[in-house]
């Protein structure tokens, strides 16, 4: 069964650079969900989108901003990097915005240097 | 505000010592709890989800149970392949429509040969 796929897997970037995450939802969910995982952290929750429009907004800095294109992929742009956003990033999806399983996908996994 | 507190941060086990690991939480109205595993460097992988207290589920050698301020993930006879962070996630009932789940820092387990 196709799974969610995130894009790279692993990613390196400088301070004050530019880095941009892809999401590929399952087939036919209609809601993506970005989340943040430091090290020994829990996920914190970004943000999300439901049918192409935001739906809610967690932790993100205002350095980050996102969208849902019209194949439901989701982009996570991220600029002025910061040795603190060095972490792993997680996309799930789901099928409606009340959706109580989410899928995951394997991860980004952003280092800044 | 949503809590998940998840006890102990790591757990040691040689196989087949069964044990237990602990989710509280505090939320307002719960729509559900759910728990994930998480390979190192992996995404989050879906294992159950429970709604109401006393409910009650397995799958192999875990047993979820769930009552009004705390969930326990039952390992029993646990082999290596076990080994993995056990992550506990809420889903708050809210106006609106979104369930966005709160998630606790995970228990890692490790289980010895």
């Known amino acids: 069964a196709a799974g969610v796929i995130q894009s790279p897997r692993h990613l390196i970037k400088e301070k004050r650079e530019t880095a941009t995450l892809k999401c590929y939802p399952i087939?036919?969910?209609?809601?993506v969900y970005w989340y943040q995982q430091g090290p020994g952290q829990d996920p914190q929750f970004l943000i999300s989108?439901?049918?192409?429009?935001?739906?809610d907004k967690g932790s993100i800095p205002d350095r980050f901003s996102a969208q849902q294109f019209s194949d439901y992929h989701s982009e996570l742009n991220m600029s002025s990097l910061e040795l603190g956003d060095s972490a792993l990033y997680f996309c799930?999806?789901?099928?409606?915005?009340?959706?109580?399983?989410?899928?995951f996908g394997a991860g980004s996994r952003l280092t800044v240097l | 505000e949503d809590q998940v507190t998840q006890s102990p941060e790591a757990l040691r086990l040689q196989e087949g010592e069964s044990s237990s690991l602990n989710c509280s939480y505090t939320?307002?109205?719960?729509?559900?709890l759910f728990w994930y595993r998480q390979d190192p460097g992996k995404g989050p992988e879906f294992l159950f989800t429970?709604?109401?207290a006393g409910e009650e589920k397995e799958k192999e050698r875990l047993k979820a149970t769930l009552t009004k301020k705390e969930s326990f993930l039952h390992i029993t006879a646990p082999k290596p392949e076990d080994s993995a962070t056990y992550l506990c996630?809420?889903?708050?009932?809210?106006?609106?429509?979104?369930?966005?789940?709160?998630f606790g820092r995970g228990t890692s387990l490790i289980v010895h040969p």
């Open positions: 429970l709604y109401s």
């Open positions: 989108f439901y049918e192409k429009m935001q739906s």
């Open positions: 996630a809420v889903q708050a009932s809210k106006s609106g429509g979104s369930y966005i789940p709160t």
């Open positions: 087939p036919r969910h209609d809601t």
């Open positions: 939320v307002s109205g719960l729509r559900g």
């Open positions: 799930a999806s789901s099928l409606g915005r009340g959706a109580n399983v989410l899928t």
